[in-house]
């Protein structure tokens, strides 16, 4: 088995990313993190321990979107060093699970499914 290190952040989709990564910093003193990556999407806003991806929300066409059902989690991640990141490859392979396997260039990130659905990522910042 492997073991989970953390809750390293959740992926929110969100009407304004701004205005979203704002409040956060105001109500919970999240600072932002990350900043210069992936050209700006997600903007991450954390405290060291805990943090939040900020996506903008789109509709089903694409589109930027303003309704309330395309603000939503898109996933969970959790946060392993190297030895259990490689660990949980082995065994999401052994039961069959598949998944996927991501460079972030500050991480490495494995998605998978839970049986209802929910994305779950496992994260390592040990490259």
Known sequence: M????ALDHVALAVPDVERSAQWYGDVLGFKREHEGMWNGVPIFVGNGAAAIALFPARDKTGLLSHDRA?????HFAFRADRENFLRAQDELKKRAIPFDFQDHEIS???YFRDPDGHNIEITTYQL
């Open 2 to 5: 492997f073991k989970i290190e």
């Open 70 to 74: 395309a603000v939503r989690t898109l």
């Open 108 to 110: 490495h990130s494995i």
